[in-house]
């Protein structure tokens, strides 16, 4: 099993910025890939960004340029940096953990809110 745990949400003013961190522990091994997901109210989770262990990473348009994803191994945890935050990224956003090649297993975080105000 793997434990995510996420820090970093809270309320911010439009154009303003946020860290999101996510620790994983557990058992680590073999994760190859973590990414955040966040989810508005009413609306379905939808993919943020992700980062491969080898650091290749991949953004939703939406946060292009705005967002950053980026992992420190020594410390299994993973950061999302966002700027110029935007109303429409208010959401829940989760850290996710994807584990394996055959037998894919994905870990979820418990959420941390981010509300950006206009």
């Known amino acids: 099993q793997v434990q995510l745990v996420e820090s970093g949400g809270g309320l911010v003013q439009a154009g303003g910025s946020l860290r999101l961190s996510c620790a994983a522990s557990?058992?680590?091994?073999?994760?190859?890939?973590m990414g955040w997901y966040r989810q508005a109210t009413g609306k379905q989770r939808e993919l943020v960004a992700t980062?491969?262990?080898?650091?290749?990473?991949n953004y939703v348009d939406a946060v292009k340029g705005r967002f950053t994803i980026s992992r420190d191994n020594a410390k299994n945890t993973v950061y999302l940096q966002m700027n110029s935050l935007k109303p429409e990224d208010t959401a829940v956003y989760y850290c996710?953990?994807?584990?394996?090649?055959?037998?894919?297993?994905?870990?979820w975080g418990q959420g941390t809110q981010v509300t950006v105000s206009s």
């Open positions: 996710n953990a994807r584990q394996g090649v055959l037998n894919i297993r994905n870990y």
């Open positions: 557990g058992s680590i091994a073999g994760i190859n890939a």
């Open positions: 980062i491969t262990s080898g650091g290749t990473t």
